[in-house]
């Protein structure tokens, strides 16, 4: 088991909303409601970072080895990890820039609004890496990387 029930669990509950996010308008109370819950989840995993006791801890995260490239990390690889650190950075500033949009100081702000729409397209280039890497590893090990995140086991 490389990613427990619950470090999966709070992958898909960020996951989900943000895919349907990038779908709606923006806007709705629906895109309000998803995207409050993926930054909300995105705090409770940054708290589990320092909780965990498996590869799901922070300190695990091999973010030094960035220029180094290791066949079988237990966790995360280290370019993956510098991923997921500005995805749930990007998450959080949308969460933020969302939020401001609805108060009366920053109502039709359009910089506000051109900089919700510049993090969210950033995430969605982060995400398609975030894909294009997972299949680059099943490729490169022949094994079934993104079975990781559904079964937990990857092999
Ligand atoms: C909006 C879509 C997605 C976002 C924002 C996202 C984000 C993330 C993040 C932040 C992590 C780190 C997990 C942690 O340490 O808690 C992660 C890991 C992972 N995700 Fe996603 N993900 C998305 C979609 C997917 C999809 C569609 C799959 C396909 C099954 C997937 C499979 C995985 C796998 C296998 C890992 C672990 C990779 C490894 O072994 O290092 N993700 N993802
Ligand atoms: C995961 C988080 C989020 C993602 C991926 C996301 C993504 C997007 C996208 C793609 C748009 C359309 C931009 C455009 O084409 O004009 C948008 C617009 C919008 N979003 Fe979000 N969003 C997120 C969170 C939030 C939150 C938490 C709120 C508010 C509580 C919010 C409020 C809005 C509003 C009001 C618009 C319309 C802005 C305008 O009039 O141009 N979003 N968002």
């Excluded at 998803?34 to 995260?61: C, H, N």
């Amino acid at each position: 088991m490389i990613w427990s029930f619950k470090t999966r669990l709070i992958h898909w509950l960020i996951a989900l909303p943000v895919l349907v996010n990038f779908i709606l308008e923006g806007g709705e109370t629906l895109h309000e409601v998803l995207g409050y819950v993926a930054f909300a989840v995105t705090i409770i995993r940054i708290v589990w970072g320092f909780m965990a006791k498996d590869q799901a801890r922070f300190s695990a995260f091999p973010f030094s080895q960035i220029f180094k490239a290791r066949r079988d990390y237990p966790g995360h690889n280290p370019q993956a990890s510098w991923v997921y650190v500005c995805i749930w950075f990007l998450v959080g500033g949308l969460g933020v820039t969302g939020f401001m949009m609805g108060l009366d100081a920053y109502w039709g702000e359009e910089w506000l609004e051109d900089l919700h729409e510049n993090l969210s397209n950033i995430l969605l280039g982060l995400v398609v890496l975030h894909l294009l890497g997972i299949a680059f590893d099943a490729w490169k090990f022949r094994r079934k990387t993104w079975l990781g995140m559904i079964t937990g086991k990857r092999e």
